[in-house]
Structure formats: structure tokens, C-alpha cells
């Protein structure tokens, strides 16, 4: 198995980010996707079914299945989203998800947060040893649902982590101090500062200005919003300091990421970026 892609999908609500999203598409051979639902209305079609989004919900679409997200921007979609390739020799595996499909959706509940982000987070990594265990983590959630289990056994470390995670992806839009969410967690600072940057492989609050940056970035691609507009709505003290994070965490500053974007878009439409 081989993670190929991995996708964290906070409250999809703009227009080209539904059209990206929701297209109809399928994957090549080998190629299967796992899909799981955190929140918000609309449908996942998947062949020639249609599931109405439930929070906690996942589905299997295997190779050649036609999929599609439909979301409605009034209740924002939030979901993850795994890309895997098996290799010939996984036909175990393979005739697993193959029925596993059929069964589809799974109820596994809202608690998957931080196993699908430490999946994310390690299917990325350029660690080989690293993609290689999220590989295993994937199988071993693929033998749970075969299993009937809807539940991943969590020691207290997980479930800190998952409460953390959930606090921090529903506060994106605002403000969230290390204080705040320790607090919340009944943590000491510094203990929790540990377990986050040893599990995550990164500081909380790196992580909670790495989705504000990414709900950034739709912002700039998919609104009219201004820079200084896009700045207080996800609460930075200045449009000065969100430009500042926005251009370390990106390289670019926002005005031209959105510029450099539009042109993009421009191109691929054959046309000329300012009518994008």
C-alpha cells in the first residue's frame, strides 16, 4: 500500500472550491479513496448511489467509481480524505475494500480526528518510515470496519490529542490562545505542549496558524474578500500580521498568491486572468 494523497477539507463553502471538490470523477487502477465526513449538508454519491452526509460518516469508492461530492455552501462540508494505492500482490486487501464499498457508509462516529490527521501527517512525510506506518494505521482501520468494530481503542494521549484537534478546526475563524486550549483540555501548558509536538510532530499552535492559513488560502481564490477583510474574519491582530504568517507559512504574500491563482485560472480556461 502506498498513500498517495491526503486531504483535510475545512468547511467547504466557495465556488471554486465546491467545483474542485465536488467533480465528478474516478480513480485509476490500484487507486482506491476513503472519504469521512466530519460535519455539514449535502450528498456523497458514489456509482449510481446517493448518501445523505452524516457527521462521523465514511465511504470506500474503489477503482473506477464514479464520485462526487455535492455540498451546500449554506452548511459547509468538512471532511478528510485518503488516496491509496495497493500493489498486486494486496489482492487481500483489495477484495476487502472491493466489499467493503458495497457496505458502505460506515458510522464510525466524530472521534477520528487526530487518526486521520496523524494519517495525513505521515503519508506526507518524506519519511519512508513514516508513510509506511500510516499505511499500516489505514489497514488496520480497513480490518476494524471488517471486523463490525466502530471504534478505535484510544489511550488518554489520543483522546487529548482528538479533543485538541476538534477545539482547534471548530475556533479556525478566531482567536484560540496555548492558554485557552490547555485549559479546555485540563492540561498543564508545557505537558501539553509535549504530547502535541511529539504525536503531531509540530507545536499546537503551529498547527492551529497552519489551518488558518489554509482557510486563508480559499478565502483569497474563492472570495472578493480584501486581505485586511480576510485577516479579521479569522482573527489576526492586524492585516500586517497575517500578511507576515501568511507569506512564511505560503512564500507569497496574499496579494499576489490570489493574483498568481486568478492567473492560473486564466490559463486553463484560455482566457485572460482578470475575467477569472
Request: overall charge positive; hydrophobic content about 35%.
Amino acid at each position: 500500500m502506498d498513500i498517495l494523497d491526503a486531504v483535510f477539507v475545512y468547511q467547504m463553502r466557495n465556488r471554486n472550491e465546491l467545483r474542485w471538490h465536488g467533480r465528478t470523477h474516478a480513480h485509476g487502477a490500484h487507486e482506491y479513496e476513503i472519504h469521512y465526513f466530519l460535519g455539514g449538508d449535502g450528498e456523497f454519491i458514489n456509482g449510481k448511489t446517493s448518501y445523505t452526509i452524516n457527521p462521523g460518516i465514511l465511504f470506500i469508492s474503489v477503482p473506477h467509481t464514479v464520485h462526487t461530492i455535492k455540498a451546500k455552501a449554506q452548511d459547509p462540508i468538512t471532511y478528510y480524505a485518503i488516496l491509496v494505492r495497493l500493489e498486486p500482490d494486496e489482492e487481500a486487501i483489495a477484495a476487502m475494500m472491493r466489499a467493503q464499498e458495497h457496505l458502505s457508509p460506515f458510522h464510525i462516529g466524530t472521534n477520528y480526528r487526530f487518526f486521520f490527521e496523524e494519517v495525513k501527517e505521515k503519508g506526507l512525510s518524506q519519511s519512508m518510515h513514516r508513510r509506511q506506518s500510516a499505511c499500516h494505521q489505514v489497514c488496520s482501520l480497513l480490518y476494524l470496519l471488517e471486523d463490525g468494530t466502530t471504534g478505535l481503542g484510544t489511550d488518554n494521549e489520543s483522546r487529548h490529542l482528538e479533543r485538541a484537534l476538534r477545539i482547534m478546526q471548530k475556533n479556525v475563524m478566531g482567536t484560540l490562545t496555548l492558554n485557552e486550549l490547555a485549559k479546555d483540555l485540563n492540561l498543564t501548558e508545557s505537558y501539553f505542549i509535549r504530547l502535541f509536538s511529539r504525536r503531531m510532530r509540530q507545536t499546537p499552535m503551529k498547527y492551529y496558524m497552519k489551518l488558518k492559513i489554509e482557510a486563508a488560502s480559499a478565502l483569497l481564490t474563492c472570495t472578493e474578500l480584501s486581505v485586511k477583510e480576510i485577516a479579521a474574519k479569522l482573527g489576526f491582530s492586524s492585516e500586517f500580521h497575517f500578511s507576515k504568517q501568511f507569506k512564511l507559512k505560503t512564500g507569497m504574500a496574499p496579494t499576489y498568491y490570489r493574483r498568481n491563482y486568478l492567473q492560473m485560472l486564466g490559463t486553463e480556461h484560455g482566457t485572460p486572468s482578470s475575467e477569472g
